[in-house]
């Protein structure tokens, strides 16, 4: 011991953002998509007016989350002076509108206005995600799952116009039965609930009312199972962006307040329609090619996005692994893992109370958080093999100590870790530098920054993924919270900080990345060896291979 | 960027967002009828006559049967389709057999057709034919109807209210 006071890492927040454009990504599919490539561009772009953590772009899920909810507040409000009669709808309506166009009125526009926003996200959350290709794998079920909530957004929505019971409404209603009417078992009789004011009953109204809040019961819990293989579903937006976006709305509200046309009068048919196109967009295509058209190309798009899973298949890296004899139960990759790929269940050794993890192996991303959360993934258990409790095939705890010992022994006293999602580490590598990158920076243990330190390292520089742009979804958080201390594994107080640096690099900050290392280097330079801690046993000798 | 400038362009972004939802939610217009057009429905939900006739059960038939359904009289369970004969102005406009509903083909037949034609005056010559067995049509119905640009023209066939209703 003898590095002087601890002084707190040098967490760099972010290196500054660069335009992405043109600059090739390191790797996975945004390199290859050029889908992607402009996805990622638009995101980086609204990265400087937002930051990332209230970037609409990178939080559409949480969006279509906070939209539904303000949908279903004003719903309630405006249900509370609703009549659900032929003759009192059109009334309560007007009177909710004018009378009290301060609430009621803004209650009504941001009810219209939310449910266009919830469509909207969902629709670019769901380009946003087949752009980066996030449908395949161990993501299928989050991808298919989410294709429901397209159909019950658009019933109820749909059902919600007809409420009005205003000539939009007979519009929508007459053009609904008539596009449902072609279908095999409803039958040319639907329409004629809507064509004859003594078809039109109060009942018929409170049916309606069912329907338009029955069907978001079920969109609730659609939304529910798309989550469930997450964890820590991030299912409300950063703050500033949650009531920018209210505020937006409500702003919208009060200068174009949401009105209703004339009474229905089922004598005449609206010649032009002031149509919600988010919404109704099937009834002008049915009026303009045919209700059977219009059926098959929505099936057909259903059926197309539920099956891209299959149809677009990518190779699968090897999941983690449990070894029995050395998971000692902590939980630790349970909590950890961003995927809920992680159980416990009883150990097969029949101890009372202990338990062991279990990878669900359809769920795992294969990203190793699991195994740099393990505590025994430590380089500093002796014996000749070290096997820890969970580990990956492609890329074990025990290669990883190998090569780091290589490394050190062929001289390289700077050791950068990196993430395969994120900027290209392999560019710093030199006489004096080595330089890895992982499925996802977690799975480095903070142990082997340590072990690094200890083994002849003069420093040991993390390049970690700025947070909001993480691969699987809080691997990054994890390892800055590992080596800050606040999340098991932590790294061991004695680590002399100074020597210890984290930045945040995304692929596209190739440049800021080689003068941050640069800097780095030159400060551990100053600094020079490392005052020995303790003795590490190396395994290896200076050979080829390092940079492997 | 400084933080006037980021607040500049989160309210222009903010800006964008809302005018996109609040145009889209009613503009364009769809224009469902050209200006000077109404528009024609025909609509009917109508069980047609039996395709045969009734005939009475021999007593030796009646006796094979089991004691609950023995019913003098045995008709055939499948109705008529439903044929629709509509002229504009003398020209033909729909001439339509819609089959009875149900696989025994024993339910009502429905039909439901809509056609945008130009306002103004119009003779409108409706029939319907329920029975397979009679010739020609069981209902006719004829009548003059001035129609406002929008206005809907409904042909119904409701047998207790004497059959072809043009309103």
């Given at each position: 011991?003898?590095?002087?006071?601890?002084?707190?890492?040098?967490?760099?927040?972010?290196?500054?953002?660069?335009?992405?454009?043109?600059?090739?990504?390191a790797?996975g599919?945004v390199?290859?998509?050029?889908a992607?490539?402009?996805?990622?561009?638009?995101?980086?772009?609204?990265?400087?007016?937002?930051?990332?953590?209230a970037?609409?772009?990178?939080?559409?899920?949480?969006?279509?989350?906070?939209?539904?909810?303000?949908?279903?507040?004003?719903?309630v409000?405006?249900?509370?002076?609703f009549?659900?009669?032929?003759?009192?709808?059109?009334a309560?309506v007007e009177?909710?509108?004018?009378?009290?166009?301060?609430?009621?009125?803004?209650?009504?526009?941001?009810?219209?206005?939310?449910?266009?926003?919830?469509?909207?996200?969902?629709?670019?959350?769901?380009?946003?995600?087949?752009?980066?290709?996030?449908?395949t794998?161990?993501?299928?079920?989050?991808?298919?799952?989410?294709?429901?909530?397209l159909?019950?957004?658009?019933?109820?929505?749909?059902?919600?116009?007809w409420?009005v019971?205003?000539?939009?409404?007979?519009?929508?209603?007459?053009?609904?039965?008539?596009?449902?009417?072609?279908?095999?078992?409803?039958?040319?009789?639907?329409?004629?609930?809507?064509?004859?004011?003594?078809?039109?009953?109060?009942?018929?109204?409170s049916?309606?009312?069912?329907?338009h809040?029955?069907?978001?019961?079920?969109?609730?819990?659609?939304?529910?199972?798309?989550?469930?293989?997450?964890?820590?579903?991030?299912?409300?937006p950063?703050?500033?962006?949650?009531?920018?976006?209210?505020?937006?709305?409500?702003?919208?509200?009060?200068?174009?307040?949401?009105?209703?046309?004339?009474?229905a009068?089922?004598?005449?048919?609206?010649?032009?329609?002031?149509?919600?196109?988010?919404?109704?967009?099937?009834?002008?295509?049915?009026?303009a090619?045919?209700?059977?058209?219009?059926?098959?190309?929505?099936?057909?798009?259903m059926?197309?996005?539920?099956?891209?899973?299959?149809?677009?298949?990518?190779?699968?890296a090897?999941?983690a692994?449990?070894?029995?004899?050395?998971?000692?139960?902590?939980?630790?990759?349970?909590?950890?893992?961003?995927?809920a790929?992680?159980?416990?269940?009883?150990?097969?050794?029949?101890?009372?109370?202990?338990k062991?993890?279990?990878?669900?192996?359809?769920?795992?991303?294969?990203?190793?958080?699991?195994?740099?959360?393990?505590?025994?993934?430590?380089?500093?258990?002796?014996?000749?093999?070290?096997v820890?409790g969970?580990?990956?095939?492609?890329?074990?705890?025990?290669?990883?100590?190998?090569?780091?010992?290589?490394?050190?022994?062929d001289?390289?006293?700077?050791?950068?870790?990196?993430?395969?999602?994120?900027?290209?580490?392999?560019?710093?590598?030199?006489?004096?530098?080595?330089?890895?990158?992982?499925?996802?920076?977690?799975?480095?243990?903070?142990s082997f920054?340590?072990?690094?330190?200890r083994?002849?390292a003069?420093?040991?520089?993390?390049?970690?993924?700025?947070?909001?742009?993480?691969?699987?979804r809080?691997?990054?958080?994890?390892?800055?919270?590992?080596?800050?201390g606040?999340?098991?594994?932590?790294?061991r107080?004695s680590?002399?900080?100074?020597?210890v640096r984290?930045?945040?690099?995304?692929?596209e900050?190739?440049?800021?990345?080689?003068?941050?290392?640069?800097?780095?280097?030159?400060?551990?330079?100053?600094?020079?060896?490392?005052?020995?801690?303790?003795?590490?046993?190396?395994?290896?000798?200076?050979?080829?291979?390092?940079?492997? | 960027?400084?933080?006037?400038?980021?607040?500049?362009?989160?309210?222009?972004?903010?800006?964008?967002?809302?005018?996109f939802?609040?145009?889209?939610?009613t503009?364009?217009?769809?224009?469902?009828?050209?200006?000077?057009?109404a528009?024609?429905?025909?609509?009917?939900?109508?069980?047609?006559?039996?395709?045969?006739?009734?005939?009475?059960?021999?007593?030796?038939?009646?006796?094979?049967?089991?004691?609950?359904?023995?019913?003098?009289?045995?008709?055939p369970?499948?109705?008529?389709?439903?044929?629709?004969?509509?002229?504009?102005?003398?020209k033909?406009?729909?001439?339509?057999t819609?089959?009875a509903?149900?696989?025994?083909?024993?339910?009502?037949?429905?039909?439901?057709?809509?056609?945008?034609?130009?306002?103004?005056q119009?003779?409108?010559?409706?029939?319907f034919?329920?029975?397979?067995?009679?010739?020609?049509?069981?209902?006719?119905?004829?009548?003059?109807?001035?129609?406002?640009?929008?206005?809907v023209?409904?042909i119904?066939?409701?047998?207790?209210?004497?059959?072809?209703?043009?309103?």
């Open positions: 011991m003898g590095s002087g006071p601890r002084a707190p890492f040098r967490m760099e927040a972010s290196i500054p953002l660069r335009p992405a454009l043109g600059v090739p990504a790797g599919t390199a290859r998509n050029p992607a490539r402009a996805v990622r561009a638009l995101e980086r772009a609204f990265d400087h007016p937002f930051g990332a953590a970037n609409p772009l990178r939080q559409l899920g949480a969006l279509a989350f906070w939209f539904f909810w303000i949908v279903a507040v004003s719903g409000y405006l249900y509370i002076f009549d659900t009669s032929v003759s009192g709808a059109y309560s009177s909710l509108t004018r009378d009290q166009w301060y609430a009621g009125g803004v209650m009504r526009s941001l009810h219209r206005y939310a449910s266009d926003a919830f469509l909207v996200v969902t629709v670019l959350h769901l380009l946003r995600e087949a752009a980066y290709g996030r449908f794998g161990f993501r299928w079920f989050s991808w298919v799952s989410g294709v429901p909530t159909v019950f957004m658009l019933v109820s929505g749909i059902v919600g116009y409420l019971w205003d000539a939009v409404a007979q519009f929508v209603g007459i053009g609904v039965t008539e596009w449902v009417g072609w279908l095999p078992g409803f039958g040319p009789e639907l329409v004629r609930n809507f064509i004859a004011e003594e078809a039109m009953t109060d009942r018929f109204f049916l309606l009312v069912f329907i809040i029955g069907v978001p019961l079920f969109l609730l819990a659609a939304m529910w199972i798309h989550v469930q293989r997450i964890s820590r579903p991030q299912m409300q950063a703050g500033a962006l949650a009531w920018g976006s209210l505020a937006a709305l409500v702003v919208l509200s009060l200068a174009r307040p949401a009105l209703s046309d004339a009474p009068d089922l004598a005449r048919v609206p010649v032009a329609v002031a149509l919600d196109w988010f919404y109704l967009f099937p009834l002008p295509a049915m009026y090619a045919s209700a059977g058209a219009v059926w098959a190309a929505l099936g057909a798009a059926l197309l996005l539920a099956a891209l899973p299959w149809l677009v298949r990518a190779p699968r090897p999941v692994q449990v070894s029995p004899a050395n998971c000692n139960g902590c939980s630790r990759c349970f909590a950890d893992c961003p995927y790929a992680v159980v416990m269940r009883e150990h097969p050794d029949g101890k009372p109370g202990k062991i993890a279990v990878v669900l192996e359809d769920l795992c991303a294969s990203c190793g958080i699991c195994a740099g959360a393990c505590p025994s993934s430590t380089p500093f258990r002796s014996g000749e093999a070290l820890t969970i580990d990956m095939p492609q890329l074990p705890v025990e290669a990883m100590r190998a090569r780091l010992e290589r490394a050190l022994a001289g390289r006293t700077t050791i950068v870790f990196g993430c395969e999602s994120g900027a290209a580490v392999e560019a710093l590598r030199g006489p004096d530098v080595a330089a890895w990158r992982f499925p996802c920076i977690a799975q480095v243990p903070p920054v340590d072990y690094a330190l083994a002849g003069r420093g040991v520089l993390i390049a970690r993924c700025p947070e909001h742009d993480c691969e699987f809080l691997g990054s958080r994890w390892a800055a919270e590992r080596l800050a606040t999340r098991e594994p932590h790294l107080p680590v002399p900080r100074e020597r984290i930045i945040e690099a995304a692929p900050d190739a440049e800021a990345l080689a003068r941050a290392a640069a800097d780095f280097r030159a400060e551990m330079a100053r600094l020079g060896p490392v005052v020995p801690r303790g003795r590490v046993k190396r395994r290896a000798s200076a050979s080829e291979g390092v940079d492997e | 960027m400084s933080k006037a400038v980021r607040y500049g362009l989160q309210a222009v972004a903010y800006a964008a967002f809302a005018v939802i609040g145009y889209f939610s503009f364009p217009r769809y224009q469902h009828l050209q200006p000077d057009e528009l024609l429905r025909l609509s009917f939900k109508h069980p047609g006559k039996p395709v045969g006739d009734c005939r009475e059960r021999t007593p030796e038939e009646l006796a094979k049967m089991p004691p609950q359904l023995r019913t003098k009289l045995d008709c369970r499948e109705r008529s389709p439903v044929r629709a004969v509509v002229e504009l102005d003398g033909p406009l729909y001439d339509e819609f089959p509903a149900g696989l025994k083909r024993d339910g009502a037949a429905a039909g439901y057709r809509r056609l945008a034609i130009p306002a103004g119009h003779t409108l010559k409706v029939g034919n329920d029975d397979v067995r009679a010739k020609g049509l069981t209902y006719e119905h004829a009548a003059t109807v001035n129609l406002e640009p929008g206005q023209v409904l119904d066939l409701v047998a207790d209210r004497g059959g072809v209703v043009i309103r």
